[in-house]
């Protein structure tokens, strides 16, 4: 299968521990995206690569929020000190760059659901 | 600031047709997305507007008036597994190539 994956797909974890996501895209894809989605609403913007510069972040990512992409490939989403504010669903996408118009369709992987205690 | 409105809820019958409406305020405008999303899943890809008119593609179609800041999502033939969200989404120049999405519309397909 040559879809978005992430890993892990659930994670629970206490108040004040760190955790980290990570997200391979489809192999032919430069653009990455991370958003988060809370429970009856749509995904929120979180922050985005081309290859591996970090070009966009949200105001939503605060400064215990980091995000890399080291190689232009997988990326890593690391929370510090989690919060209970911050469970929700992690959402990965990646799309590919060019001159078509559609050419930034984003594919969503199944995303990563933390629950914070 | 960003604005994307749809209705929360939505029912309907298996057959029918079902229009799911979008408005959207946003400092820009460079296309639009309507996304599928069944409960527990990712979203995925329904439809593509940057252009006004109508495009369609199979029992699915899309709708799109900028100077409206309006665009609808068509499904006809319903069936049971068109059950779940749909999100309307928008890529607004100022946001770069992230997606401004609405909160979605949560449709019930009955029998």
């Known amino acids: 299968d040559t879809g978005v994956s992430q890993d892990p797909r659930h994670k629970i974890t206490k108040r004040g521990q760190n955790v980290t996501f990570r997200c391979d895209p489809i192999?032919?894809?430069?653009?990455l995206y991370w958003y988060r989605q809370t429970l009856g609403q749509g995904p929120e913007f979180l922050t985005y690569?081309?290859?591996?510069?970090?070009?966009?972040k949200s105001r939503l990512l605060s400064d215990r929020f980091s995000a890399e992409r080291p190689k232009g490939s997988f990326s890593t989403l690391e929370i510090q000190r989690t919060e209970q504010g911050d469970s929700a669903m992690y959402l990965c996408?990646?799309?590919?760059?060019?001159?078509?118009?559609?050419?930034?369709?984003?594919?969503f992987g199944p995303g990563t659901r933390l629950t914070v205690l | 600031g960003q604005n994307i409105d749809q209705p929360t809820e939505m029912t309907a019958t298996e057959g029918a047709i079902v229009q799911i409406n979008c408005t959207y305020q946003?400092?820009?405008?460079?296309?639009l997305f309507w996304y599928q999303q069944h409960a527990g899943e990712a979203p995925t890809f329904l439809s593509y507007?940057?252009?006004?008119g109508l495009e369609e593609k199979g029992r699915f179609s899309s709708f799109l008036s900028r100077s409206k800041g309006y665009s609808y999502l068509l499904l006809k033939e319903l069936q049971m597994k068109d059950s779940a969200s749909y999100l309307c989404a928008v890529r607004s120049n100022q946001a770069g190539t992230a997606l401004i999405f609405g909160k979605g519309t949560t449709l019930s397909v009955s029998s």
């Open positions: 507007n940057v252009l006004d």
């Open positions: 192999s032919e894809h430069n653009r």
């Open positions: 690569f081309q290859n591996e510069a970090q070009l966009e």
């Open positions: 946003t400092s820009g405008f460079n296309g």
């Open positions: 996408a990646s799309s590919p760059s060019g001159g078509e118009v559609r050419a930034d369709e984003q594919f």
